[in-house]
């Protein structure tokens, strides 16, 4: 019976062990990954500085992320690049109307192409990469 009692005693002691180890585990995975950032801490050396600006993209590197997609294959009636025929009656409505609908998006096309972080100019520099070559 003694040993009995011991067995059971261990399970007992060796349970609650295990259940505050997994506890620390759980509570350590719950916390909030944002951490409080104060003036002498490696991470203050930003503190109170404007944000740096990325460099504006050119009208190729903008095309090759967000345009090529649709404008390689034809994807949903878009005008291949290079096709000159495609885009002349697109040509015909001049670069402002052609960088509008770029912009604010016009039939299957989405607005700025689904480049939500591109700028204005970003987008009328794609433009012009697509039809400076026909």
């Not at 350590?28 to 203050?44: F, I, N, Y």
Request: proline fraction near 4%; glycine fraction near 8%.
């Amino acid at each position: 019976m003694k040993t009995v009692i011991t067995a059971i005693t261990s399970l007992i002691a060796l349970s609650a062990f295990a259940a505050n180890e997994k506890a620390d585990v759980v509570l350590e995975r719950l916390k909030h990954p944002a951490s409080v950032c104060v003036m002498g801490d490696p991470c203050s050396d930003n503190l109170g500085k404007a944000p740096v600006a990325a460099a504006a993209r050119t009208g190729d590197q903008v095309y090759t992320s967000a345009c090529a997609a649709c404008h390689t294959s034809g994807a949903a009636g878009a005008p291949k690049t290079g096709d000159a025929g495609a885009w002349a009656a697109r040509m015909d409505q001049g670069m402002e109307t052609l960088v509008k609908h770029a912009i604010d998006g016009y039939k299957a096309m989405p607005a700025r192409g689904l480049c939500a972080d591109c700028s204005d100019q970003e987008i009328a520099d794609a433009v012009a990469y697509m039809v400076g070559g026909l």
